[in-house]
C-alpha cells in the first residue's frame, strides 16, 4: 500500500532550539497538508499545499513556523525557535483529485519541547 | 464560521451492543464529509465519504449516514478490534477553503469483551 512517510518519528528538543519535520507524501498526489494534534485542541490545520504552491498557511504562527515544499517529493515543517506549547503530533497527509480527496495520513512526528 | 461537533466523546460498548456516533457540522456548503479512524499512536485512517444527503456507505460493521445537518456513523455487533477514536471532517465548497478538511473532536470509542 502506498503511504505517507514522516520522520523523525519522535524528537525531544530543548526550547530554543530549531525542528525540522520531514513529509514524503505520496507519489502522485498533489495536496499536502500540515495538521497539528493535541488533546485540548484536536486536530488543527497548520498550512497545505497544491502542486507544490502554499494556499494557505493562516493557522500558523508565522514568527516562528514556515513550510515549505521544495519539490513534489518532499515538504518540510519547520519551527524556530521552538517553545514547550508547540508540544504536540504533527501529521502530514497527502491526496489528490482523482481519489476524491480522501487524504491519506502520514503516522505523525511526536515532538517534545522541554 | 464552519464548525463540527462530535457526540458523545466517548462511548464504551459491550462486543456485539450496536450503537451511533454522531457528527453535526455547519459549513458554507458541503463538499464532503469523511470519517476517519485513529489508533493511538498512528494517524487518521481514512473509512468514508459522503456527498450528498441521503447517501451511505458501508464497510464491514460500520454505516455512515448524511443528511443535510449531520452524519451518522452506525456501528453493528463491534468487536474490541473496532475500539479506536473515530474521526469526523467536512470540507467546503470552493474559495481558498477548497481542499482543507475540518475535524471535529473525535469520539472515542471502546468495545469491551
Known amino acids: 500500500d502506498a503511504r505517507v512517510t514522516q520522520t523523525p518519528r519522535d524528537k525531544v528538543t530543548e526550547m530554543g532550539q530549531e525542528v525540522t519535520m520531514r513529509c514524503q507524501p505520496i507519489l502522485g498526489h498533489n495536496t499536502v497538508f500540515w495538521y497539528r494534534q493535541t488533546m485540548m485542541q484536536g486536530l488543527e490545520l497548520l498550512a497545505y499545499?497544491?502542486?507544490?504552491?502554499?494556499?494557505?498557511d493562516s493557522g500558523m504562527p508565522k514568527d516562528r513556523f514556515s513550510a515549505e515544499m521544495p519539490d513534489a517529493t518532499l515538504a518540510t515543517l519547520k519551527i524556530q525557535p521552538s517553545e514547550p506549547r508547540d508540544s504536540a503530533v504533527y501529521f502530514c497527509?497527502?491526496?489528490?483529485?482523482?481519489?476524491?480527496?480522501?487524504?491519506?495520513f502520514g503516522s505523525g512526528t511526536r515532538l517534545t519541547v522541554v | 464560521e464552519d464548525q463540527v461537533t462530535q457526540s458523545p466523546e466517548a462511548l464504551r460498548l459491550q462486543e456485539g451492543e450496536s450503537s451511533s456516533l454522531n457528527c453535526s457540522y455547519t459549513?458554507?456548503?458541503?463538499?464532503?464529509l469523511f470519517w476517519y479512524r485513529q489508533d493511538p499512536g498512528k494517524g487518521p485512517e481514512f473509512l468514508f465519504t459522503?456527498?450528498?444527503a441521503g447517501e451511505e456507505k458501508e464497510k464491514e460493521r460500520l454505516k455512515a449516514t448524511l443528511t443535510k445537518k449531520e452524519s451518522f456513523l452506525h456501528i453493528t455487533a463491534p468487536k474490541p478490534e473496532d475500539s479506536a477514536t473515530y474521526l469526523c471532517a467536512v470540507q467546503a465548497r470552493g474559495g481558498s477553503t477548497l481542499g482543507r478538511l475540518y475535524f471535529g473532536r473525535g469520539t472515542q470509542l471502546t468495545v469491551w469483551p
Open positions: 499545499f497544491r502542486n507544490r504552491a502554499p494556499l494557505d
Open positions: 459522503l456527498y450528498s
Open positions: 459549513v458554507s456548503g458541503l463538499r464532503g
Open positions: 497527509a497527502s491526496g489528490s483529485e482523482s481519489n476524491n480527496y480522501g487524504y491519506t
